[in-house]
């Protein structure tokens, strides 16, 4: 079945940087668009960024532009979120998610990973 394990998320001053991997497997990953969302507590999961399979087109929120990348590596089956110049608004459970290539919803997602942006 598929699986999308993230990691990397830490508590990290505002300023500071952190790079979120997400690891799948299970699926074809060279072929899979994958994203990345957050939740923080008491709001509405909200959309993060997104690369399609082939990593040469990416879709980054407009919250997170400029200071936000996405990336992957299809030889190891990992999507990465680098995130820089945090804010403590930037507080959420991130989670990363697949999307068949064709398809028009995200079928598959990770369980999370924390990050804390706090002095």
């Known amino acids: 079945q598929v699986q999308l394990a993230e990691s990397g998320g830490r508590l990290v001053q505002p300023g500071g940087s952190l790079r979120l991997s997400c690891a799948a497997s299970?699926?074809?990953?060279?072929?899979?668009?994958m994203g990345w969302f957050r939740q923080a507590p008491g709001k509405e999961r909200d959309f993060v960024a997104a690369?399609?399979?082939?990593?040469?087109?990416?879709y980054i929120a407009d919250s997170v532009k400029g200071r936000f990348t996405i990336s992957r590596n299809n030889a190891k089956n990992t999507v990465y979120l680098q995130m820089n110049n945090l804010k403590p608004e930037d507080t959420a459970v991130y989670h990363c998610?697949?999307?068949?290539?064709?398809?028009?919803?995200?079928?598959?997602w990770g369980q999370g990973t924390q990050v804390t942006v706090s002095s």
């Open positions: 998610a697949a999307r068949s290539r064709y398809a028009s919803d995200y079928s598959n």
């Open positions: 299970g699926l074809t990953f060279s072929s899979t668009n």
């Open positions: 690369i399609r399979w082939s990593g040469e087109i990416t």
